[in-house]
């Protein structure tokens, strides 16, 4: 994805005139060397990011508030209380605070279930991230660093399993293992690994032909030596961004399969599941649909806008474009 | 040229014999069929009896070959949802629908995008710019359901404009249409972008520039062709979600009756014949958007090298 190359276009201008003095760039970068210094310099950098810093924000308050869900959470998602059923949000017409987005057709607490809900979003997420990661990493590394057969292989693998019909393949075998997280998790770990391995091959092609991986080769070193210690930390930098917008894709599938019920199960706590129950009540109470709809869209909006942050600070080039300027210009103020 | 297409063909048939095998082997040997053909109070007599009938106890080599002989003929296999009436049959009835609603929406989702993505690349940073990147970008965050849910609540429930569900006239096209395009225009809304400012960007842009070139064919003729082959391969990208799945969520918040709605029916009827005949045409369906994909980047841009 090349999103947002040229978004700094606008004042590259002054920041190119004033890295053009090497001298003082390079009296920067000797600055934070320390961790403590590099931790509060990338939150400087985050809070000038405006859009990445309010993502963060949300993120953080997401997972806070899911790790801590029966703290927070003013009711029990699952009590139902049929006197108050179908309250609206606390802003329109007979909302009280007692419910303050309103309750669904059995009376339950749609905030709570929101907060319990965020749960299942963030482990499936987690999950996935883990297995079709480490999977497609592993793969991908072999099929660049081995080559010949073992890379026509694999990526002949990716190439047919990335032509086939993702979200039908996996509402069949949901179908087949039944409803649950765990399938869940399966079912998006096998159609998601394949972007990794490609991601991994490309930076492992690019890095191969490089002098210190050449001259670990020849003292010696073995393939394995190579490929992990020398070759893997290349991936850090384009692996996180990916991991991040792949977060996004994850949450919105779970939420997709769960809304058409071949996702968690009917008992289980998920915003899409919530979106399908509440979809019977469509006429009356727009708030069901409307709640869980905006907090997936609100949590994907907030993952995207920290992948481009990341995107930007995790490449170099990008970094010294876009946060030059401002760290010489306090580098001028603090030292006159 | 003509070995570049017999080689994407064979290329795209092997996925097909690829998606033929996944589907066998979890609907055969993963799981055992006789469980979603039988009630779950059915004796060990009855399920030998109805194993036999199927020919599920013989080996599943011979099994697989038989499935592959059967699909060469045509033959999908029985509904076990409608007896009687064979899934090809309940599939071709309902394919047309899923195209119908797949075309119109793709249709409006590239008319719209094209003009917003090169509006908005005209003045990168500027004020539309950012109202149209912004728009994109909240697009693209929301997930399909809720799209369709919220124009049906807006244009169904509260103005009632139009037609809440089902398959009717053009009007009932409308919403289904929509919510399959409106993410896709967020998507490829920022690829036309991104793809349009490198071509403004580039050297012979400004060398036409310099020359005296109007503005709007330096659009038309000299950046958008270039760009083309970006948006060609995410607009292919976007059908073959569509097909692959998307339509499947549409189908479901306006109950239109294409075949993804029926393979969530066949679910909910534990027919797995009817819905690995689905997924198999699906498979062969994307198949058949990719090659052709391929084979069109070739027409758009002679550069592009032949593997």
Redesign the interface.
Known sequence: M??????E??DLHDVNSLSGDEQTLAGISRHGRTRTAKAKELLVELWHDRAGFIGVCFLSMLVITAVFAPLVAPHNPRQQDLVNRLQPPVWSDGGDWSFPLGTDGLGRDVLSRLIFGSRVSIFVGLAVLAIAGLVGVILGVLAGYRGGFTDRFIMRLV??QV???????????A???GPSVRTVVIVLSINGWMIYARMARGVVLSVKETDYVEAAEIIGCKPNRVMWRHIFPNLAAPLTTLAVLEF?RIV?AE??LS????GVKRTDLSW?LD?ASG?EQ??NS?WL??MP??L???T??SV?LVASWLRVVADPQEREKKYGATQIRRHIKDNG | MWTFVIRRVGQGLIVVVAAAVVVFLLTRAFTDPVDFVLPLEATEEQREAREAELGFDRPIIVQFGDYVEDLSRGDFGESLWQPGRSTIDIVGQTLPKTLQLVAAGMTLAIALALPMGMIAARRPGGVLDRILVTTSLIGLSMPQFFVGLLLLIVFAVQLQWLPVSGYGGFSHLILPALALALPAVGRLTMVVRSAMIDELNSQYVRVSKAKGTPTRVIFTKHAFRNAGVQVLTLSGWEITRALAGFTVVVEKVFAWPGFGLFALEAIQRRDIFLLSTIVLVAAILVVTVNVIIDILYKVIDPRIELT
Request: proline content about 2%; cysteine-free.
């Open positions: 090349t999103l947002g190359r040229n978004d276009g606008v190439d047919t032509a086939f019909p993702g979200l039908l393949i996996a509402i069949l075998l179908a087949m293992i996004a919105l939420a997709a809304f058409l019920g071949v899409g979106v979809q469509i006429f727009w649909v409307v709809g905006v997936i869209s609100l994907v909006l995207s």
